[in-house]
């Protein structure tokens, strides 16, 4: 119907209103409909529908989420997706869908999986010719299961029938292929970059974290050069966490915080605050897998601990730090410090990523003698020596005057590229000497080897030894450690200790220039979940204290993994020649709340548990017993079982078995017990079994039992700890 004006009578007049609303609601409707979205695909039926299946790969029906022995695969929409690992990475097939007609200007999807070109993918086909094609994120070892949206731009094909088609010919890894939600748009879905300008007022900005998300490279401008560079997993919608960054440095600035790939309906820049706070922080420490006197990291991963170092009255323990992801990833060196070894401060990144690489795991000293030039007003300045894993690796170093702020040298590398697998460098000062020592892992024609250098000054560094690892053995492998210990406490007798990170050591003579090994290579500790360990330079008590990474994975937490107690090692002699021993520091005691020490007493088999009337959370163990007629001694903590059996005189943690001997008749047992694990010695610190494990929060008994006869204990004591993060 048309209405025209000139024609318009009274009658007219009071319907023309009412026909005109009508006739521009159906017109908006015809508008929308040719700028709607057509949904071409988001198999989220109980089978393909009309697409065909050929071939394995895709099973008989879309995949509902992660399959079996696959990493968690998350992006995808709905309850379904096309996912060809059904039947693993070494299954192949093809997926092709109904024949339509392209209406809209793009052709958007969700795609994850493998990267290979014209093999995992998916295929616009005109006339069966493929005019479009796509294929998912990864293509090397590593990598993640999420999809992301990908566009194609078709509006020269408007009009035209075509078919698209899923495919999956690749075999090994990465040999399959993610693909959702499928349509037609007027609108480009494809991620492109973005950038936000904050105006820096406050010390951090909080980014928000979905764990398991997509990754993408965040950078910070202020003043038009590029600040921080990282790799987040950033929520679009609700976070899991957040993840701070110090912007402190740069207030009163305006921030360009750009990120590399976003979706145009991405909340994720929206949602990224400034405050003085770290976001959550009211729970900091609190969380219900926080290791309580167990070193772990505010936010993000822990692995390695580097650099560990004592300084202006401060224990520095520098560690491998990813501080925006809860799973591993381009490395920082994150920092804190202590007095007394047990209670820590988080004092913030000592370094970041750069040009040369990540920044991944080495060693720090002072230079008392101020021989790299780096120290001022005669402070001497603590050097930080570390990996730079780029391409290549190479070895570099950073110094300060505060022991806070860290600047790297301008002339870096100091160490050029040896092979593909050269890294973790220890350094340490030799006083005989006057030289340093730099002890380097380097993977040599596929074998372990640790190469040795020495340098005046800390800067130029010659090659004067090279130590290799037995074929098809571990020993040498990544991260050493090298030191020197009285034998026995005798400082006229001191040997070197050449150790590596699963713990294994040989010990020998060392003259500046070459170690000579005179043991075998030796087991160090006999558990699990135990790696990379490293001891303090310039102890000031002249101990040799250790700690290691203890990988207790703390699932659902904004931060993963911590720090083993803080060891101090001795080196003792035995009928087999010198061997390490392992205690927890005597500072560990400051941490007892109550005490329950019972004494010298008899137990046999039937007896009550007499430590019935004890409960809590956090414990530290002691005791010592003779055998006597007994088959075993168990120890029940919080219902993990520490078992010692008479009759093979194994140590049974957990239901892992070491050997144990008794030494002159007796055991003595040490057991520390925190919310991510237990640590356990035995034979006077001969035997250390660490056992990451989360431990069931809702058990909070301990008790002790003999089976198959009498033991006689002269000491059983029990104390409950309070936690390190509580003043």
Not at 605 to 633: M, R, T, V, W, Y
């Amino acid at each position: 119907m048309r209405l025209r004006r000139q024609h318009l009578n009274l009658a007219a007049l009071l319907v023309a209103p009412t026909l005109f609303v009508a006739s521009a609601a159906r017109a908006a409707q015809v508008t929308r409909a040719a700028t709607d979205d057509i949904l071409i695909a988001d198999f989220e039926g109980e089978n393909y529908g009309a697409w065909k299946a050929e071939g394995t790969a895709f099973g008989s029906a879309p995949a509902r989420g992660t399959l079996p022995n696959q990493m968690a695969v998350a992006g995808y929409r709905g309850r379904g997706l096309v996912n060809s690992f059904a039947g693993g990475d070494d299954a192949t097939g093809k997926l092709t869908s109904p024949p339509f007609v392209i209406r809209r200007r793009f052709i958007n999807f969700l795609i994850g999986g493998g990267r290979h070109w014209g093999r995992t993918g998916l295929n616009l086909r005109v006339n069966g010719a493929v005019v479009r094609s796509a294929t998912g994120p990864n293509d090397r070892p590593g990598g993640n299961e999420n999809l992301s949206w990908a566009s194609w731009d078709v509006a020269r094909l408007i009009g035209q029938t075509v078919t698209l088609e899923i495919v999956d010919q690749a075999t090994g890894g990465w040999g399959h292929i993610n693909v959702d939600e499928i349509m037609q748009s007027n609108v480009r879905k494809a991620e492109m970059p973005a950038t936000r300008n904050i105006a820096a007022t406050k010390k951090w900005l909080n980014f928000p974290v979905k764990n398991g998300a997509k990754k993408r490279i965040v950078t910070v401008s202020a003043g038009g050069k590029v600040q921080r560079r990282f790799e987040i997993e950033l929520a679009d919608a609700q976070p899991d966490w957040w993840a701070p960054l110090d912007v402190s440095a740069w207030r009163g600035q305006t921030l360009a915080v750009t990120v590399d790939q976003l979706a145009a309906d991405s909340n994720a820049l929206a949602q990224v605050t400034q405050s003085d706070a770290i976001a959550g922080a009211e729970n900091l420490y609190r969380e219900a897998l926080r290791p309580q006197f167990h070193f772990s990291a505010q936010r993000g991963w822990l692995n390695d601990p580097n650099g560990l170092v004592f300084y202006r009255g401060e224990y520095h323990l520098f560690f491998q730090h990813v501080p925006y992801g809860w799973g591993d990833g381009p490395k920082h060196w994150g920092q804190a410090v202590s007095r007394d070894l047990v209670h820590w401060q988080e004092v913030g990144e000592a370094l970041y990523p750069d040009e040369f690489g990540a920044m991944w795991s080495g060693s720090a000293v002072v230079d008392w003698k101020n021989t790299s030039g780096f120290g001022k007003n005669g402070e001497p300045p603590p050097v930080l020596i570390y990996t730079a894993a780029g391409d290549p690796f190479t070895q570099c170093i950073a110094y300060s005057t505060d022991g806070r702020r860290f600047t790297k040298f301008a002339g870096n590398p100091v160490v050029k590229n040896i092979s593909g697998g050269n890294r973790d460098p220890k350094v340490i000062w030799h006083e005989p000497t006057q030289r340093w020592v730099q002890v380097l892992y380097v993977e040599k024609e596929g074998r372990h080897t640790v190469h040795f250098f020495t340098s005046p000054n800390l800067r130029d560094w010659t090659l004067t030894d090279i130590e290799e690892g037995k074929p098809n053995s571990a020993f040498l492998y990544e991260c050493p450690d090298f030191f020197e210990l009285p034998l026995d406490g005798d400082a006229a007798k001191k040997k070197w200790v050449l150790i590596a990170a699963d713990s294994q050591y040989a010990v020998g003579s060392f003259d500046g220039a070459k170690f000579t090994a005179e043991t075998p290579n030796l087991p160090g500790h006999r558990g699990r979940g135990f790696y990379a360990p490293q001891t303090f330079s310039d102890e000031p008590k002249g101990r040799r204290i250790q700690i290691g990474w203890f990988q207790t994975e703390t699932r659902g937490m904004p931060f993963n993994q911590s720090m083993s107690l803080p060891l101090e090692m001795r080196l003792v002699s035995t009928p087999d020649g010198p061997r390490l021993t392992w205690n927890p520091v005597p500072e560990l005691a400051s941490l007892r709340a109550r005490s329950h020490t019972l004494g010298a007493q008899s137990l046999k088999e039937g007896d009550a548990n007499p430590l019935a009337a004890i409960s809590g959370e956090l414990f530290e163990i002691g005791a010592d017993f003779e055998l006597g007629d007994a088959g075993e001694i168990a120890f029940d903590v919080r219902g993990v079982p520490v078992v010692f059996d008479v009759k093979t005189q194994e140590l049974i943690v957990n239901g892992h078995r070491v050997s144990a001997p008794l030494r002159q008749g007796r055991q003595r047992l040490t057991i520390f017990a925190d919310r991510t694990g237990l640590e356990v010695f035995a034979g006077d610190g001969a035997i250390f079994v660490p056992m990451p494990i989360n431990l069931n929060s809702e058990n909070k008994s301990v008790a002790v039992s003999v089976r198959g006869g009498s033991a006689q204990f002269s000491r059983l004591d029990v104390h409950e700890l309070r936690s390190a993060w509580r003043k």
